[in-house]
């Protein structure tokens, strides 16, 4: 996806910061607005004006992760959370809450442009001449050209991380998918050292399908390993 028509979110209340990375930014083509206090950040982030909300954890009026809530009780849009070096709390919290994931303060601006990039794409539906496919498990329906799930029949509120997730899982249903794999198929990254995004977004992923009307689980965690969808 070409940055030149993305407009990003920056929720973030230090300033001069703020104005470095609008700078930055620019150069790689983004068009980004700085609000500077959570309440701000939560009306600016549910207009619908932007594609993507770059959001901060220590904020006035409203920390990052009660922005986070507020914004996933209505929105999908995809949330890069940026967190204290070392403060896996924080990471673990945010991904709970919702997002789509986390890069540690102090960062490298080009991860930075290699992270919004990773989560553009994830999120990029297929092209509107594509034809619609769908993937179905269980009472598990994905469609996979507008990239929503139902489950039940019902709408499944997922995140776009989330989609991914489950679409891999279901097209490898009975295979062992590894973390570091499942990483890269909807992260868009590699895994790092310490990282637990990804099992964050499969525990997110969990509690939001439950389980088969019998009781019984739909994924399996490997330990060490990986996951996989327990075929009916």
Do not use: W
């Not at 770059?54 to 914004?71: A, E, R, S, Y």
């Not at 990471?91 to 986390?102: P, S, T, V």
């Not at 998918?177 to 990282?195: C, P, V």
């Amino acid at each position: 996806m070409s940055s030149d028509s993305v407009k990003l979110l920056l929720i973030d209340d230090d300033v001069e910061l703020c104005e470095l990375l609008i700078e930055y930014l620019a150069t790689e083509g983004y068009d980004v607005k700085a609000v500077h206090d959570g309440e701000s950040g939560v009306l600016s982030a549910l207009t619908g004006e932007y594609q993507l909300v770059l959001l901060d954890v220590t904020l006035p009026k409203l920390n990052g992760f009660d922005v986070l809530k507020k914004i996933r009780q209505t929105s999908d849009i995809p949330v890069l959370m940026l967190t204290a070096r070392g403060d896996d709390v924080d990471r673990i919290i945010g991904l709970e809450f919702g997002a789509d994931d986390y890069l540690p303060k102090p960062y490298n601006h080009r991860e930075l442009v290699a992270r919004i990039k990773a989560i553009m794409r994830r999120g990029r539906p297929q092209a509107a001449d594509s034809n619609p496919r769908t993937l179905s498990i269980d009472d598990i329906t994905l469609n996979l050209a507008n990239r929503e799930a139902t489950i039940h029949g019902e709408v499944l509120e997922l995140t776009a991380t989330e989609f991914m997730v489950l679409k891999a899982l279901i097209e490898k249903a009975g295979e062992l998918i590894s973390r570091d794999e499942l990483t890269q198929i909807a992260l868009n990254r590699r895994l790092t050292l310490y990282d637990r995004a990804i099992d964050m977004h499969v525990s997110n992923v969990r509690k939001k399908i439950g389980t088969r009307a019998d009781g019984t689980a739909r994924i399996k965690t490997v330990r060490g390993a990986g996951y996989f969808y327990i075929r009916p």
